[in-house]
């Protein structure tokens, strides 16, 4: 059964930032039920995933976890050190950044077939980049980011949940209107996500988890032409 938490975004607590997702990651180490999980931190969508790590260590190991880093010379020098990584991990975590990058080193490295053989023992955990990765598709920011496009559009993640996704939500936002646009273009049902809120899911079920009560997780949709967004707390995922 797929164990996730996907989330939409929010500080981690990296420099000199407010740690907001602390809530959301308490539940992830829950979900584990394990006193001291191993957890794996994919940070291949970030350019400076070593700090990113650092980061995410420090904010894991507070909450009883061991951590491990898949770091990129351990993918080009021995592949087998990838496998066994994954293989004791109980949380894997996938870091934000680019979509796009992170896609594309997953598939050239096959470290996409080995989430996926595994991905029924494990907690999977997403952040931006990495909950798209984790989805059917998403919402994402990359071609922006890398000077090619001034749109935001739908990329293609690992199909481990088959929903799709748009992090980093806001009413009245760039990425709204974005989203609407793409749903009249593709008649979509999307799960949106602004920062500090998450999608828990357990095998065809969801629920929401909030690290700011004053944010949420909506369901997107258009009805007769006309874009709806439904607050979400729990259900099944459609």
Request: charged content about 25%.
């Amino acid at each position: 059964m797929i164990k996730m938490m996907l989330i939409g975004g929010g500080e981690i607590g990296r420099g000199a930032t407010t740690y907001e997702t602390r809530k959301i990651d308490e539940a992830v180490v829950k979900m584990s039920d394990k006193e001291h999980p191993n957890l794996l931190f994919i940070g291949l969508a970030s350019s400076y995933s070593d700090s990113y790590y650092d980061t995410i260590k420090k904010n894991y190991s507070q909450l009883g976890c061991v951590c491990a880093y898949l770091k990129k010379k351990n993918i080009l020098n021995n592949p087998q050190i990838v496998v066994d990584k994954i293989e004791k991990a109980d949380i894997i975590y996938f870091g934000a950044g680019d979509t796009i990058k992170l896609m594309t080193d997953l598939k050239e490295y096959k470290i996409d077939f080995l989430i996926t053989k595994a991905c029924h023992n494990k907690i999977l955990v997403g952040i931006s980049a990495g909950a798209i990765a984790l989805t059917r598709e998403g919402l994402s920011d990359s071609y922006i980011l890398r000077g090619e496009s001034d749109k935001y559009s739908f990329v293609n993640g690992l199909n481990l949940a088959e929903i799709c996704i748009c992090p980093h939500y806001e009413k009245n936002s760039k990425r709204e209107c974005a989203l609407q646009e793409e749903l009249v273009k593709n008649d979509k049902f999307v799960y949106a996500l602004e920062n500090n809120t998450a999608l828990k899911i357990t095998g065809d079920k969801f629920e929401v988890i909030k690290s700011n009560s004053n944010n949420n997780a909506y369901y997107c949709y258009l009805d007769k032409g006309k874009f709806k967004t439904d607050i979400l707390s729990k259900g099944n995922l459609v």
